[in-house]
């Protein structure tokens, strides 16, 4: 079966995003940062009745919520993924109703785009900025130095 939206290699996409959570959690841990997958907390915005979401990592103990995404640009031709970028917007709401006093980290992979000259990261960040809540960290995962750092954290100005 042709699958040309499929990762080369992968059995599946989901597969694909089930082992950067993996990898999320380790680095996570080695930086004494201790996570459990598919943390369940309640989430809701203004009065309504909150239910629950499963974010992909996180601790109740510490209040902290990773959301994780090892999208990259499409092949071939390095496009723009419009459609795994709503993804990561979905994210952005899920933290907004998320508990205030949580720390809410996006974890993505580092996928540079010659052409561009930039990580998908940097793109969704110069184009989605507003879409951001507050106190949103974003950290980019090098997967070949198992390495990450973080590029932005949305702060309120007013």
């Keep these: 079966m042709n699958k ?4 080369p290699s992968s059995k599946s996409n989901a597969q694909v995003g089930s082992d950067f959570e993996i990898v ?18 309640k989430v809701g915005v203004r009065n309504c009745k909150p239910k629950d979401h499963a974010f992909d990592l996180g601790c109740k103990e510490e209040k902290i919520l990773v959301e994780c995404k090892s999208h990259k640009w499409t092949a071939p031709g390095d496009n723009i993924p ?10 952005m709401y899920y933290f907004l109703a998320a508990p205030e006093n949580y720390r809410k980290i996006m974890f993505v992979l580092r996928d540079y785009n010659e052409k561009r000259g930039e990580t998908l990261a940097d ?30 954290i949305a702060v309120d100005k007013l």
Excluded: C, M
């Design 123 to 152: 793109y969704y960040l110069r184009t989605y900025r507003h879409l951001i809540p507050d106190e949103v960290e974003f950290w980019e995962f090098n997967e070949p130095n198992q390495t990450a750092v973080q590029l932005f």
């Design 82 to 91: 419009s459609a795994k970028l709503t993804v990561w917007n979905e994210a």
């Design 24 to 41: 999320a959690q380790e680095y996570f841990a080695k930086q004494g940062i201790k996570l459990q997958r598919s943390l369940k907390i």
């Design 4 to 7: 040309p939206f499929q990762r």
